[in-house]
């Protein structure tokens, strides 16, 4: 073959790449400045009421990133179960969220499935050198590249609650952000403002102190469930960072600092 032919092959190849990849581009942003419905900014505003504490610039950002998600990622039900816009809308708005204002995104994620309530796996599960066989009754489970798993009815009430701690939606996309760093260890992708050190002082002083009230039998603010790891900790101290900003910013100063970094968020100040 001609080597003229060949350069030929490869120039278009690469004019083809870099069309797709620019397509891929506005579309991205086409998506990102496009706001929701008016249906959908009700139903998100009734289902998910922490963002209308949220500055008007941010929730701006969020219906855009909201769109972006809606394209990406394909909802199941695999039991049957019928999938609503409202259930689209809530888990989407949550899983926003956490990445509002922040440059990350959950690149590998395609499905999120949603059972009615509480799910059984059959996975083994690990306690320490011990593995023990069997189901277990589940909320939600994330996988490091996707899927999410949901229960619509632990979603459904962990975004209508928005001051309990308590939310599966934040808890597994907070292990989808933790696992972009290419490990779920407790230690994401830090901002340039951030230093390793002192994430990592932040991060180890409050679990050790989270295990430590809890062996002296003491209620923590981060939920106990926390202390089972680091990367558990990390998913219930972006829950708690969310849903009970001014404790945590009142009861570790620290902990808050590095997580408002992280996400580029200081929901304690919002209204």
Not at 135 to 161: F, I, T, Y
Request: charged share 25%.
């Amino acid at each position: 073959m001609s080597p003229w032919i060949v350069l030929i092959a490869l120039l278009l190849f690469a004019a083809f790449l870099l069309f797709r990849w620019d397509s891929k581009r506005r579309k991205r942003e086409r998506l990102l400045a496009t706001p929701l419905t008016a249906q959908q900014r009700e139903a998100m505003e009734r289902l998910v009421p922490l963002v209308r504490r949220m500055p008007s610039p941010l929730r701006e950002t969020l219906e855009g990133k909201i769109n972006l998600f809606f394209d990406q990622v394909t909802f199941r039900g695999p039991t049957g179960l019928e999938v609503t816009e409202d259930m689209k809308v809530s888990i989407a708005a949550q899983a926003c969220l956490l990445i509002v204002n922040s440059p990350d995104w959950y690149d590998t994620l395609r499905n999120v499935l949603i059972y009615p309530s509480t799910f059984v796996t059959g996975r083994d599960t690990h306690d320490g050198e011990l593995v023990r066989e069997g189901s277990a009754p589940m909320l939600g489970e994330s996988w490091a590249r996707g899927p999410v798993v949901l229960s619509w009815d632990g979603a459904l009430q962990g975004g209508l609650d928005a001051r309990d701690g308590y939310n599966v939606v934040f808890h597994e996309f907070a292990h989808q952000l933790d696992a972009l760093s290419g490990t779920t260890n407790g230690l994401p992708r830090l901002r340039k403002s951030q230093t390793f050190a002192g994430w990592e002082k932040a991060m180890l002083d409050a679990y050790d102190r989270q295990r430590e009230r809890l062996e002296r039998g003491e209620r923590t603010l981060i939920d106990p469930y926390g202390a089972t790891n680091h990367q558990e900790f990390f998913a219930e101290a972006v829950v708690t960072f969310l849903e009970k900003s001014r404790e945590l910013k009142s009861q570790d100063p620290a902990l808050y600092s590095q997580f408002a970094q992280l996400l580029a968020l200081d929901p304690a100040e919002w209204e």
